[in-house]
């Protein structure tokens, strides 16, 4: 099973600040996806990652707040910009090799904005 | 659309109890049905999986049977341990996304 690899695993920023989250695959994958946990909650879908391409984004998520990259099968960053005390959430990444098939995640990243 | 239903949480139970973790979902052809289990701290990592009616997921203890005349996908654990603590979401998928369910905390008392 891959082993995903995801930093940081956690900071706290400034209102108004982007962070960049990055994840790492350690094999190739065919699908990556980016979800958000808020505390006590399930997960919700940002996007899915797609390589050399642009995101999928998810009702309610647009490219502007949350623009990601893949450039290759097995690296994805998520951005999370101009940050807001709403947007503190635990970011996690994703990855599968096939339709229907387990999906594998990283430890997350847990955000805090003040 | 497809979604997930799973019980509230959080469940309380004695060490050696028996557990159960109800989940029913709808889903408009035949998705793959998973058990997630997140420890705290951690990410989710896959428990168990079924992707076919009448299948059983197992591991470590744990199984779920797809059952699709009862749209249900239900948890359960003989026997329970502390370390068993953690919080659960059932899950499925059909096609690319997964859909999870709102995740059950359970609090194992030793």
């Known amino acids: 099973s891959a082993v995903i690899s995801q930093k940081p695993s956690r900071d706290i920023c400034q209102r108004g600040t982007s962070l960049t989250i990055q994840c790492q695959v350690d094999?190739?994958?065919?699908?990556m996806f980016w979800y958000r946990q808020q505390p006590g909650q399930s997960l919700t879908l940002i996007a899915t990652?797609?390589?050399?391409?642009?995101?999928?984004?998810e009702s309610g998520f647009v490219i502007d707040k949350f623009p990601i990259s893949r450039p290759n099968l097995t690296f994805s960053t998520l951005t999370v910009s101009n940050m807001s005390p709403e947007d503190s959430s635990i970011y996690l990444c994703?990855?599968?090799?096939?339709?229907?098939?387990?999906?594998?995640f990283g430890n997350g990243t847990r955000l805090t904005v003040t | 659309g497809n979604s997930v239903t799973q019980m509230e949480g959080p469940v309380t139970l004695s060490e050696e109890a028996f557990l159960t973790i109800n989940c029913t979902y709808t889903?408009?052809?035949?998705?793959?049905l998973f058990w997630y289990v997140q420890y705290p701290g951690e990410g989710l990592q896959l428990l168990l999986k079924?992707?076919?009616?009448?299948d059983k997921g197992s591991n470590k203890g744990f199984e779920a049977t797809y059952r699709k005349e009862t749209t249900s996908f239900h948890l359960e654990k003989g026997s329970v341990q502390v370390s068993d603590s953690a919080v659960y979401f059932c899950?499925?998928?059909?096609?690319?996304?997964?859909?999870f369910g709102a995740g059950t905390r359970l609090f194992v008392k030793a």
């Open positions: 994703s990855a599968r090799g096939g339709d229907n098939s387990p999906l594998h």
């Open positions: 094999s190739q994958v065919t699908m």
């Open positions: 990652a797609n390589q050399g391409s642009e995101a999928t984004y």
């Open positions: 079924a992707t076919k009616a009448d």
């Open positions: 899950a499925l998928s059909e096609g690319i996304k997964t859909i």
């Open positions: 889903a408009t052809g035949y998705p793959s």
